[in-house]
């Protein structure tokens, strides 16, 4: 038990100062206005697998700290002389794992039932729509099915092999350019495998529940997709005025909250709004690539070598002392 508490204990720190680095790489590329960082995206694969790298993986580092076995196994209570803290606070953890990993399966299982339920958008201009906007964005390949769901407030990309475009039932009657603008976005994110970046940061906030930091730092990337995809629409010929007032209108008929495993179009929340808005009508800022490429670097490299880092050891119980030093 002693080495699965150092592990837990470990994995909770190196999480925290991976999304420490990301989160001021971030805010520097967002001040150089770097919509969208694609390396950004290898980061929750990694923090997904740190558990395993820092329980398995090679130590590239001798440990720096070592916790003596009375520590570690000190019990939660003379009535419980046999429960030690440690055990109860990774209890606690796996817990609140398992009932998030819950609420991300149900939310899928809704979802898929939604999706099943929704009527295919077979009409003429719809698919006009759609034609025309796949070659205003340049996007490749078969489209992805259109459909409208009666429970939708916000239009909705849902899927990753087999991604699916879902609209609110009043989308029919929205004007045609706001409708152009707002698939535009849709395909940037189904061209650009957004949704598979945002299942891999939900299974990552699941596990790393009691971090509030790794939550703010895909609170940050969703919102930098959305200004990418935004920024996309508006390259392929989208009205920023016609696109602000449909983005305006769906923030403000979402009045519950989006749909689980879903990239909504809407946000509730009014700072991102805001955020998305004021850029619309910003000019595309000048970006160089080769700083955004080091700042991705910088990231992954931490991340990979707080991974392999073991700078905590627990001694044995009854490991023999150290002999004294001679002089």
């Given amino acids: 038990m002693s080495a699965l508490v150092i592990a837990a204990v470990l994995v909770i720190a ?57 520590i570690v196994a000190m019990p939660v209570s003379s009535l419980f002389p046999n429960v030690s803290l440690a055990t109860v606070l990774v209890g606690i953890w796996l817990t609140g794992a398992l009932y998030s990993f819950a609420r991300l399966l149900h939310g899928w299982r809704v979802t898929r039932r939604i999706v099943r339920a929704a009527t295919p958008g077979n009409s003429a201009a719809l698919n006009d729509t759609a034609a025309r906007t796949a070659a205003a964005v340049g996007f490749r390949g078969p489209l992805p099915r259109i459909a409208y769901a009666a429970t939708l407030q916000s239009p909705a990309v849902v899927g990753w092999t087999r991604p699916v475009i879902l609209l609110p039932d009043d989308a029919s009657s ?83 909250g989006q749909l689980a495993m879903t990239l909504a179009f809407g946000s509730s929340h009014r700072t991102d709004l805001s955020i998305r808005v004021r850029a619309l009508f910003a000019p595309p800022p000048r970006r160089s690539a080769v700083e955004e490429l080091v700042g991705v670097a910088l990231v992954v490299a931490t991340t990979a070598l707080l991974a392999a880092s073991q700078p905590i050891k627990c001694v044995p119980k009854n490991s023999p002392a150290a002999p004294p030093s001679q002089t």
């Fill in 174 to 256: 929205w004007p045609r350019e706001e409708l152009f603008g707002v698939l535009c976005h849709e395909l940037s994110h189904v061209a650009q495998r957004d949704w598979l970046c945002y299942l891999l940061e939900e299974i990552a906030t699941a596990l790393y529940w009691p971090n509030p930091l790794v939550r703010m730092l895909w609170r940050r990337t969703s919102l930098r997709r959305e200004l990418a995809a935004d920024r996309a629409a508006l390259a392929a010929g989208v009205s920023p005025s016609e696109y602000a007032t449909r983005l305006i209108a769906v923030a403000r008929a979402c009045t519950r």
């Fill in 14 to 70: 190196k999480s925290t100062a991976a999304a420490l680095v990301a989160l001021a790489v971030d805010a520097q590329l967002r001040r150089r206005g770097f919509h969208r960082s694609r390396g950004f995206a290898v980061l929750p694969g990694l923090l997904i697998l740190l558990p395993v790298l820092t329980t398995l993986g090679p130590s590239l580092s001798s440990p720096i700290v070592r916790l003596p076995h009375g």
